[in-house]
């Protein structure tokens, strides 16, 4: 089994900056991708950003490509999202996931993600 602890989130102001952390424990493998998704109430869980914990190829979702960076060490099992310049609309709760079955960051997503993180709230005021 896998475990992940997200952690981070909380209440900011427009234009400020926040730091999302996720460890991963437990089962090991040899090769996978992590990421980070974001729900708020009333849509679809959406997409934010991946990283392949092989080789660092990261992928992002368009409206954060710029203002978010994904980034990830190795010897902590960690991925982190450095998140600047938030605005109000990146307000959700955000959950990190790990794919044990795909490489490729820019395929996180396209199949059933067995691992999620419990998810830490994200609110950026205006």
């Known amino acids: 089994q896998v475990q992940l602890e997200d952690s981070g989130g909380g209440l900011v102001q427009a234009g400020d900056s926040l730091r999302l952390s996720c460890a991963a424990s437990?089962?090991?493998?040899?090769?996978?991708?992590m990421g980070w998704f974001r729900k708020t109430p009333g849509k679809e869980r959406e997409f934010v950003s991946a990283?392949?914990?092989?080789?660092?190829?990261?992928y992002y979702k368009d409206s954060v490509k710029g203002r978010f960076t994904i980034s990830r060490d190795n010897a902590r099992n960690t991925v982190y999202l450095q998140m600047n310049s938030l605005k109000p609309e990146d307000t959700a709760v955000y959950y990190c996931?790990?794919?044990?079955?795909?490489?490729?960051?820019?395929?996180?997503?396209?199949?059933?993600?067995?691992?999620w993180g419990q998810g830490t709230q994200v609110t950026v005021s205006s």
């Open positions: 996931a790990l794919d044990p079955t795909i490489n490729d960051a820019s395929r996180f997503g396209r199949y059933v993600i067995p691992y």
């Open positions: 437990g089962r090991t493998f040899d090769s996978y991708v």
């Open positions: 990283i392949s914990m092989s080789t660092g190829d990261t």
